[in-house]
């Protein structure tokens, strides 16, 4: 099938980097977003998240002309949805006693009662956002039909993960392996002639429901592994083993790979996407909603273990958090793990002082971002090293103890020379190593 003009609606983390790529390999692209904030940055030249060369690729994508932004879509040959699909804040489900959040489908419902107008016999309709399984087919395609085509005889609908890594979007966009799930052999055919237009790695045809569940077990099958990295973390704790020592041992075993325990599970992608194979089959997923709730109860350890550095009692006690975001080198702050530190040790009582680098401007309502580090950690008792920004792990413990009255140093990620800290004079701590 060919195409010229592409239409993407969502320009977020992977909306904008995807319409981009489309835009610079001889496409058309007409970006959408009902945000106003996203169409006036964009129009005015510049971005609203923050990605390893998405500047340059916007800038080339709209100077070129090959890439305009509008609040609404418009006729185009395919229509790529690439909207968020948080879990509800409020709302949470319930089974067998153990709570589980729902995912929230309004962004992509609207995203694809916003093509029906648009819709015309021949186009192909991708899904990319991540979706519970059969959304393609029980949601999207019924609201298409809407338009009086019929999806399949008239229009081509696929479901095509993103598998991007945060911080390598803009290379792994093109070179890894792409899923491209059809309602039928030929929408799979009809997403893989459009993908082909820039994608390098393997291009594998499937349904669309097996695509969905590829995406679900990819990030859950994650998440798990961390779970189980998190629970070894405290148990290394209670009988007196060095995680990090034991994880190192352990994973010279040919067959195993243990991941990194750390103050828990952030981001947009791994802390929600299992939970839309628990909201859909909750008894058979009880695995899943284990290492969910382990992943997020992390926060509660790394807040309990620093308490008993103070004698269990954080009242008053000033404390430095060094990193906020949900993991390094990236400035997301969504569902982090070390927003949730801070926060607990501020409900214990502690004063909190953050230092987030790659996020000066950002206000996020009760946490205290210091400018610079300096400002963080010049009247403080404890420094608390919440995410490994490869600038924090590279600091020299000898040029911050004149910075700082603190001497203790507590680290949550395993990020720095436990040796090197207690040579220039800190008393030094971390997760998952018992005294
Ligand atoms: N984390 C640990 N220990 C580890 C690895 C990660 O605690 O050993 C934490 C991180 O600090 C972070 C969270 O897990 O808080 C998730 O980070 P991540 O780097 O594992 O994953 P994401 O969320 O940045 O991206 C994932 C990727 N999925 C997989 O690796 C299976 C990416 O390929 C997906 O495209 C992305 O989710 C997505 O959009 O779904």
Not at 153 to 162: C, I
Not at 259 to 282: Q, R, T, Y
Request: aromatic share 6%.
């Amino acid at each position: 099938m060919q195409f010229k003009k592409v239409c993407v609606i969502g320009l977020g983390y992977i909306g904008l980097p995807t319409a981009c790529t489309f835009a610079t390999h001889g496409l058309q692209v007409v970006g959408v977003d009902i945000n106003p904030h996203v169409i006036s940055t964009l129009k005015n030249g510049g971005i609203h998240i923050s990605e390893p060369g998405l500047r340059l690729l916007v800038q080339e994508a709209t100077s070129s002309g090959s890439l305009v932004v509008r609040d609404s879509p418009e006729d185009a040959d395919a229509f790529i949805i690439a909207v968020p699909t948080p879990f509800l804040e409020v709302d949470q489900g319930v089974y067998n006693g153990r709570s589980h959040r729902l995912a929230d489908m309004r962004a992509v419902k609207s995203a694809a009662e916003s093509i029906v107008p648009f819709l015309r016999a021949g186009n192909l309709v991708v899904l990319e956002s991540t979706s519970p399984p059969r959304t393609t087919i029980n949601l999207v395609q019924p609201i298409l039909e809407g338009s009086g085509l019929k999806a399949g005889p008239d229009f081509h609908l696929a479901y095509s993960p993103e598998r991007v890594l945060p911080g390598q979007i803009i290379r792994e966009l093109t070179e890894n392996a792409r899923v491209i799930g059809g309602i039928d052999r030929p929408s799979a055919e009809a997403g893989r002639d459009l993908y082909l237009h820039f994608v390098k790695g393997e291009i594998v045809l499937t349904d669309s429901t097996t695509a969905e569940m590829v995406k679900l077990m990819e990030n859950t099958y994650r998440d798990i592994n961390i779970a189980v990295a998190n629970e070894f973390s405290r148990l290394a704790r209670r009988f007196g083993v060095d995680i990090w020592e034991a994880i190192q041992i352990a994973n010279r075993h040919p067959r195993v790979k243990i991941l990194n325990p750390g103050p828990g599970v952030g981001g947009h992608c791994i802390s929600v996407d299992p939970w839309f194979l628990v909201e859909a089959a909750p008894d058979l997923a009880e695995l899943i909603s284990a290492a969910r709730h382990v992943n997020d109860a992390q926060p509660h350890f790394v807040v309990d273990h620093i308490k008993t550095l103070f004698g269990n009692d954080l009242h008053g006690r000033r404390v430095s958090a060094l990193g906020l975001a949900f993991k390094p080198d990236v400035d997301d702050l969504r569902e982090s793990p070390a927003i949730q530190v801070v926060k607990l040790l501020q409900e214990n009582g502690a004063m909190v002082h953050c230092y987030e680098p790659y996020v000066q401007d950002t206000v996020i309502p009760g946490v205290m971002i210091m400018p610079t580090l300096e400002d963080a950690i010049h009247d403080t008792e404890l420094l608390v090293l919440l995410v490994g920004h490869k600038a924090i792990r590279d600091l020299d413990p000898g040029q911050v103890l004149p910075l700082t009255p603190a001497r203790l140093v507590f680290d949550a990620v395993g990020g720095w020379d436990e040796h090197l800290w207690e040579k220039s004079g800190f008393t030094f701590y971390k997760l998952g190593v018992g005294e």
